[in-house]
């Protein structure tokens, strides 16, 4: 995947870390944001290639009566099998990728963030000029991925144990946002970010 765009931060963090809190500040800020989960969403709307390919590939239970994605009934077969998810992620990825390029070329900021979970661990990174890790502990990851989503207890701590290492993460980041405060602290570092990022896409 090749860079083609202006200056792009890469936002990134474990399930329930932040990352839409801290890219909806930035967006009220006047930052571009493109969320790659969003994204990951459009390539399997109702009519689209990838959604046939799936239901095809994992049976009819993936699919809803109304004729959209059961996420539920995909996420839980495709953890519990890393052979279906490298599968997945072999048709999704080079989509969404193709998809980042496009939205992050319409950027009308000085400089624009791309939200993705998985930006380390796919080809998104290249696409970035630096990254922004937003960084809880896995206890709190546990507590509001559980009251957020809903989900059982099991397949929060497969999520959690199939994305990269917490420290990894952290060694990778150009900078890190502690999101174990208040919102306001939250918001606070961001601006300050937001000010530090605006003077590197002014050097390119």
Request: glycine share 6%.
């Amino acid at each position: 995947m090749k860079k083609t765009t202006g200056y792009v931060v890469g936002l990134t963090g474990g399930i329930a870390s932040g990352k839409s809190a801290v890219a909806a500040v930035f967006r009220s800020l006047g930052v571009h944001v493109v969320d790659a989960d969003q994204l990951a969403r459009e390539v399997v709307e109702p009519g689209q290639a990838a959604l046939k390919q799936i239901a095809s590939h994992f049976g009819d239970s993936t699919i809803t009566p109304a004729g959209t994605l059961d996420r539920a009934a995909l996420r839980a077969l495709v953890f519990s099998d890393p052979e279906q998810k490298s599968w997945l992620e072999g048709l999704l990825h080079p989509l969404i990728g193709e998809l980042l390029k496009t939205r992050l070329s319409e950027c009308d900021s000085d400089y624009a963030v791309l939200e993705s979970p998985l930006l380390l661990e796919t080809e998104q990174h290249t696409l970035v000029d630096r990254v922004l890790v937003v960084d809880v502990d896995e206890e709190m990851q546990f507590a509001r991925a559980t009251a957020r989503d809903g989900s059982d207890a099991d397949t929060i701590r497969s999520i959690i144990a199939s994305q990269m290492d917490r420290n990894r993460r952290l060694d990778l980041a150009d900078d890190v946002l502690d999101n174990q405060a208040s919102l306001e602290s939250l918001t606070e570092s961001v601006e300050a970010l937001h000010l530090k990022y605006q003077k590197l896409a002014k050097k390119l």
